[in-house]
């Protein structure tokens, strides 16, 4: 009978502590960005008190999706302002940014990437990110693409 009580105490316990509800996952592309066909431009999933927005890899190109700039700086502009465009759909900015994942096919343009991402991002608490040089990105003109993860707080 202890063993009995012991046990079904056991999962009482666990059971208050597991999960409610299923995380809800939502996808999501904003229409002021260029969208390719079979991807999602990004997805959140909630977490409860707070909501996670994991965007794919965005590259420099307008809504039309005509390549905007022909160094890093201008490209990277056009992929913030890509990014930001998401983020928004899910009342977020690039403040709300907690990682970044930056693939380049120059790295020695880091500083001119730099300068352009300071603008965008919350620079007290700036994300954790990676940076990789790649030979070549899905076209040969496009110089930059970057993947971001914001967590903003439920509503």
């Known amino acids: ?6 046990l079904v105490f056991t999962e009482i316990f666990l059971f208050s502590f ?16 260029f969208t390719i066909k079979g991807l999602s431009q990004s997805t959140s999933i909630d977490c409860g008190n707070s909501k ?23 490209q990277t502009q056009q992929v913030f302002k890509n990014i930001e ?18 693939f380049m096919t120059d790295i020695s343009k880091t500083p001119d990437f730099r300068k352009i991402r ?7 608490n700036p994300p954790v990110s ?3 040089e ?6 040969n003109d496009v110089l930059i693409e970057i993947e ?3 967590v903003i707080k439920n509503k």
């Open 1 to 6: 009978m202890k063993k009995i009580l012991i």
């Open 85 to 102: 465009s998401i983020l928004k759909e899910y009342g977020a900015t690039g403040k709300d940014i907690v990682k970044l994942g930056i």
């Open 130 to 132: 990676s940076l990789v």
């Open 148 to 150: 971001a993860t914001a």
């Open 52 to 74: 996670m927005i994991l965007l794919s890899g965005q590259v420099p190109l307008d809504v039309a999706g005509n390549l905007v700039g022909n160094d890093v700086e201008k």
């Open 18 to 33: 597991s999960q409610k509800k299923m995380n809800n996952v939502e996808y999501k592309n904003s229409a002021e960005v």
């Open 118 to 124: 300071d603008l965008y991002i919350n620079l007290q």
């Open 134 to 139: 790649v030979s070549r990105l899905f076209r």
